[in-house]
């Protein structure tokens, strides 16, 4: 297990694949942990050095109690990556995984080769985040949770896959209501509308077809209108594509990384 230091969080993080490959780090979204990859994962071994964390606050990250931004998220990863021995690499990011890579092409453009939004956004609706985070910070996370999963995973993937739609609720319950509401912050406060069309690196964005969170509608729409370049790719998916499609979106990344 590797953990890196950082200023108010202790961030755990993991690498895998190929040391001779191209890097790619993977980015999991609010709510869940670096496992949202797992089925992805044996896609993807065996063409990329892989860099997976938890965000500070989730699964094994640990984090001080506070509103954090999507700038602190973007320096965490860069802290990863350095001690993970990354230079320069791509990102794929699910949720606030893409926001935090958005935020990471504008912060630190040199260490970014391509970029991948996978069901995200570069607005919310801030008033909506701000009563989430005060009722989970009330009442727990349980009661946000049938909200939550009812967005994370359609309703046939759910039926289908009971177990699955139990562990993602399960770890949604049981997380840290500190590390949910701190990231939750970063979203609500978060400024990217206005920024993104400085994004220079090659982009992708990934919307899910049956997404009711971050559809292309609304959403990843302004993506693709605003960064410059950026093409799209619709997926058969709700929110947590790396979870519901895991072999499609492995096969959008590698197309688009080794293009």
């Not at 496992?35 to 892989?50: G, I």
């Not at 997380?175 to 978060?190: E, P, S, T």
Request: charged share 20%; aromatic share 6%; hydrophobic share 50%.
């Amino acid at each position: 297990m590797s953990f890196t230091q950082v200023s108010g969080a202790s961030l755990y993080w993991k690498r895998e694949g190929r040391d001779d490959a191209p890097a790619l780090v993977l980015l999991n979204s609010i709510g869940t942990d670096m496992d949202l990859w797992e089925a992805a994962l044996p896609y993807l071994r065996t063409r990329f050095a892989l860099l997976r964390l938890d965000t500070r606050g989730h699964g094994a990250s640990t984090a001080e109690p506070g509103d954090w931004t999507l700038s602190q998220l973007a320096s965490d990863v860069l802290a990863a990556a350095d001690a993970a021995g990354l230079g320069r690499f791509s990102l794929a990011g699910v949720s606030l995984g893409g926001m935090i890579g958005m935020e990471l092409a504008l912060q630190a453009p040199e260490r970014l080769e391509k970029l991948a939004l996978v069901c995200t956004s570069a607005t919310m609706d801030a008033a909506s985040w701000n009563d989430r985070i005060a009722k989970i910070r009330a009442e727990g996370m349980a009661a946000i949770a049938d909200l939550a999963m009812g967005r994370f995973l359609s309703e046939a993937f759910a039926a289908a896959n009971p177990a699955v739609f139990e562990t993602v609720r399960r770890q949604l319950v049981s997380m840290d209501v500190a590390g949910y509401a701190g990231c939750g912050a970063a979203i609500r406060d978060m400024d990217l509308a206005t920024r993104i069309a400085g994004i220079a690196c090659p982009t992708m964005v990934v919307t899910g077809t049956r997404d009711t969170s971050t559809p292309y509608e609304g959403h990843g729409e302004h993506l693709v209108a605003r960064i410059p370049g950026a093409v799209h790719c619709p997926l058969g998916a709700a929110h947590l594509a790396p979870l519901e499609a895991p072999e499609a979106l492995a096969g959008l990344l590698v197309s688009f990384l080794e293009s």
